[in-house]
């Protein structure tokens, strides 16, 4: 699997679920679907690595 930079992100939603769709800087695109059960995981779990991120000292001379 080749990674690449997120250009920009939708999510809307798809019946009883919700589609996302991530397009990369360079064009490409991915879809998938989530319930909102997985929507609400996906948060909770940005948010943790989030905050564990911001709760790590910046490395020398730079500042945030």
Known sequence: MMTGSL???AITP???SYRLRL???GGGTFEV???FEQLDLMSEEI???L???EDQELPSG???
Do not use: H, I, N, P
């Open 51 to 53: 905050d564990a991120d």
């Open 33 to 35: 679907t989530a319930s």
């Open 7 to 9: 250009k920009r992100f």
């Open 62 to 64: 730079l500042t945030g």
């Open 23 to 25: 397009e990369t800087e």
């Open 47 to 49: 948010d943790r690595r």
């Open 14 to 16: 798809y019946g009883q």
